[in-house]
């Protein structure tokens, strides 16, 4: 079974500042994706970033971005000069790739961020 | 367009009431997921669909029952509530792995629906 496992439940960084949150997994799965979602104070889901397992480089979305270290099982994300806007709840989220996958999804416990002015 | 809807956005139940709520999304996606969210714990997936009729156990299904009998809808019933089932519900919906669409789709959220059972 997969686990996905975010060991900062909360974090802060001032406006403008750049701030890493973490996300490690566990799976014996080859191929796979990873996501981070976004959960502002007003409760809807937003994706933020997705990086599909079997690529090298790093997905990148603007001010995010991941690092994606794939023998070590770890799935960080990065977000640069941050907003006010980005004060929110954030998931790290795991799906398994192949012609039977039924898109579920396996969730961290999230980390709270605080973008501070 | 108005992706993925929940109906209702809030209830209390008392022990042992029953309810349904209903997930409606218009973008014809085939498969569709409840997930409760709790604190310290994330989202965990109750119960899924990956298309009309069908229906399958998610990882905390215990409590909870489902039906999918139009594409568009997913309803999620509670027969006898418990204060273990309060909670933030999710409704959520995809393509299916058949689509020809990119994998690893994004999954569509609604609103959610905060139940506190008493």
């Known amino acids: 079974a997969q686990t996905v496992t975010q060991s900062q439940p909360e974090m802060s960084v001032q406006e403008a500042e750049t701030v890493t949150l973490s996300c490690t997994y566990d799976?014996?799965?080859?191929?796979?994706?990873l996501f981070w979602y976004k959960q502002p104070p007003s409760r809807q889901m937003i994706l933020v970033i997705r990086?599909?397992?079997?690529?090298?480089q790093n997905a990148t979305e603007n001010r995010f971005s991941v690092n994606f270290q794939k023998a070590a099982k770890s799935f960080s994300l990065k977000i640069s000069d941050s907003q006010l806007g980005d004060t929110a709840m954030y998931f790290c989220a795991f799906m398994k790739y192949g012609s039977s996958n039924t898109g579920k999804l396996i969730f961290g416990q999230g980390t709270t961020l605080q973008v501070k002015p | 367009n108005a992706g993925v809807t929940q109906t209702p956005k809030f209830r209390v139940l008392k022990t042992g009431q029953s309810m349904t709520l209903l997930c409606a999304q218009d973008?014809?996606?085939?498969?569709m997921y409840w997930y409760r969210q709790d604190p310290g714990m994330g989202l965990r997936l109750i119960h899924y669909?990956?298309?009309?009729?069908?229906?399958a156990k998610g990882e905390v299904p215990d409590g909870y029952n489902v039906s999918r009998l139009k594409k568009q809808n997913f309803l999620l019933g509670l027969e006898s509530a418990a204060p273990s089932q309060t909670s933030v519900y999710f409704c959520?919906?995809?393509?299916?792995?058949?689509?020809?669409?990119?994998?690893?789709?994004?999954?569509?959220f609604g609103p959610g629906t905060r139940l506190t059972v008493l």
């Open positions: 990086q599909e397992a079997y690529k090298q």
């Open positions: 959520a919906s995809s393509y299916s792995s058949t689509s020809g669409k990119p994998w690893g789709n994004e999954q569509f």
């Open positions: 669909s990956v298309g009309e009729g069908t229906t």
């Open positions: 973008m014809n996606h085939e498969y």
């Open positions: 799976t014996s799965e080859n191929n796979y994706y």
